[in-house]
Nanobody, 125 residues
Framework: EVQLQASGGGSVQSGGSLRLSCAAS????????IGWFRQAPGKEREGVSC????????FHEPEVRHRFTISRDNAKNMVYLQMNSLKPEDTAVYSC??????????????????WGQGTLVTVSS
């Protein structure tokens, strides 16, 4: 059974940092890409970052490109999202997903078959 568990959310002030973790099990972790998505209240889910199966390619939504870093440890079946310079508009529930998204479509939530429960990030001004 594929399982993903996001953790590390919390409340921070604007300009602060958080590191989210995604623990995975139940599949060949090193064979799949991992994506981070977020959903703010009243808004659609959006892709934030994605990392290839070996970690040699990373992708970020333009708004977070210079603030967030995605990484993975295939030996530990873990993916991390380091979020710096957080802004109130980063407030959302963050979730991780596993799959093999077609090239250029990682931000499309429908191409990710497995999802974990999210973790809430709240950034206050």
């Amino acid at each position: 059974e594929v399982q993903l568990q996001a953790s590390g959310g919390g409340s921070v002030q604007s300009g602060g940092s958080l590191r989210l973790s995604c623990a995975a099990s139940g599949f060949a972790f090193g064979d799949y890409a991992i994506g981070w998505f977020r959903q703010a209240p009243g808004k659609e889910r959006e892709g934030v970052s994605c990392i290839s199966n070996r970690g040699d390619n990373t992708f970020h939504e333009p708004e977070v490109r210079h603030r967030f870093t995605i990484s993975r440890d295939n030996a530990k079946n873990m993916v991390y999202l380091q979020m710096n310079s957080l802004k109130p508009e980063d407030t959302a529930v963050y979730s991780c997903a596993v799959g093999r998204p077609p090239f250029g479509r990682w931000r499309d939530a429908t191409v990710w078959p497995y999802w974990g429960q999210g973790t809430l990030v709240t950034v206050s001004s």
